[in-house]
């Protein structure tokens, strides 16, 4: 008998070595919540958890989206710790008129 749901293990798998295969660090798992039978969770090189994507994108579509956060995340640290640097020279007095919190 064949499985009813073609999205299992053996789909994610392969998905993954082909994510692989792009050089990219993303992982997708099946959803842990078992509510959305057609997505897949995007996953992060450690795991933790992302975002959903549909199971009929391609892996070069998740890689790029994967890349994408990536980047996101990447700028909105640079931003936080600018923001914070900021506002540690105006704490100690060491910022410019120019500087802004």
């Known amino acids: 008998m064949t499985d009813p749901d073609p999205i299992g293990a053996l789909f994610v798998e392969s998905f993954n070595l082909d994510l692989a295969e792009l050089h990219s ?3 997708v798992a099946l959803p842990s919540s078992g509510n959305h039978p057609d997505m897949l969770e995007l996953q992060d090189d450690e795991g933790i958890f992302i975002s959903f ?4 994108a391609s892996p070069e579509m998740v890689a790029i989206a994967y890349r994408l956060y990536g980047q996101g995340l990447n ?3 640079r931003a936080g ?3 914070a640097w900021a506002k540690l020279r105006h704490l100690i007095g060491a ?3 120019d500087d802004t919190i």
Not at 53 to 56: E, L, Q, R, T, Y
């Open 53 to 56: 994507v549909p199971a009929d």
């Open 25 to 27: 660090a993303a992982r």
């Open 75 to 77: 700028h909105g640290v």
């Open 81 to 83: 710790a600018a923001a």
């Open 95 to 97: 910022a410019s008129a």
